[in-house]
């Protein structure tokens, strides 16, 4: 049994080895496309982190609001204050204008008398609550016949470049509220503070009571911060371990249209061997493609100026969710070869099955930002599975008890895809 199963391995590995061009693509395709998308993306979050976004401010305040907004997106470090173009100064036309023809992403207008009238408005809030409370000077009769002044809303307008994305709109009117916000709290505290204190010293906190800290995982008292690699290697690698349901899917249809699985079934060998030897050679494939992944990570992505893969105390556990992603993909490989009965079926359905698993999946949007119906349905994908392996190990340091379910998952898709193949083959030879 033992000689039959390795002939049936050296068997695969002569069919590869007769197109080593296509075997070489196998290797090379995946490192080239992780290479790249981790360029890109690495790319992408310096621009978004380290790069300032200019921004046009038109400050008709010229108070105590327009001065701590303005502040405010300086101590940011994302933003870059344009009140000027071409040697001439923006006005509010001129400003949206520009933002509107794409010119700068974004323009705040700060209304005129926004800080006086505001803290007239405060006054009279602040008077009325002391009044209704007998807290004010009694000796002064209230005058029956004065009326508290109209002080009309003031609104802060900002125009957007219309191919902003909504999460960056959102951000900055958030922001720009909890100044405004952060402001009116003062001013409100400041006024009470004028007319009930005594003396200098302040008998209200101004600081906010309520704070927000991220606390993140940390190793020997240092933050665990994922980066761009630590997410492309394992989702990329998974997509290049289960690309190979194309190749294997076509040598399977190859050899029924080529007479070589009939000449296979005049000897005495069970179809489980020479299912064995297809999942031993394609495993060893998998295995290489995902070590290359690793290698360039670890050695390559550095000279590149990308971080470094770091997998110290990690690689047997990643080494295992690619060996059982592996036989996920493999056996659906062999289940689409048995049942495709020409390459014109098994390639373009292999190829976009692969996308399609790799959508939901989460490799290219991460399922928390799918819609409801799409995270539900991202729990059928291996790939899936393998990437939530992968990054458990990776990013949340988990041991091997942790990352078993989703290992068990991986080999119960390859015991089911390799039955239905199994069966399949029987009935179909017995008909």
Known sequence: MMYKLW?????EFLLLKRDFGGLIILFVMPLVLI?????????TFRTVTESKIPVVLID?????????VIENLNKSGQFEIVSSLDGKNLTENSAKEAVFKGKFQLAII?????????????NQNVDKIISNFGIGDLSEEPKKDSLPQ????????LYFDPATQATFKSNVKSSIDKMISQIETKSIYATFQEQLGEGEEPIFEQESFITFKEIVPTVDNKEILPNSVQHNVPAWTLFAIFFIIVPLSINIVKEKGQGTQIRLLTNPVPYSIVIAGKTITYLVICMIQFYLMVLVGMYLFPYLSLPTLDLDGKFFLMS?????SGLAAIGFGILLGTIAKTQEQSAPFGATSVVILAAIGGVWVPVFAMPKVMQVISHISPMNWG????YDVLLRKAD????LPEIFLLLLFFIITIFIAIQYDKKKRAV
């Open 320 to 324: 295992v969710v690619a060996l059982f």
């Open 60 to 68: 008709n305040d010229k108070d105590e609001i327009s001065k701590s």
């Open 110 to 122: 700060i209304p005129e008398n926004l800080s006086k009238d505001l803290q007239l408005k405060v």
């Open 35 to 43: 290479i790249t998308i981790t360029l890109i993306q690495d790319s």
């Open 150 to 157: 109209i002080i009309n809303k003031k609104e802060v307008r």
């Open 387 to 390: 990437l939530n392996a992968f």
């Open 7 to 11: 002939m049936s391995v050296y068997k």
């Open 400 to 403: 091997a008890v942790e990352i």
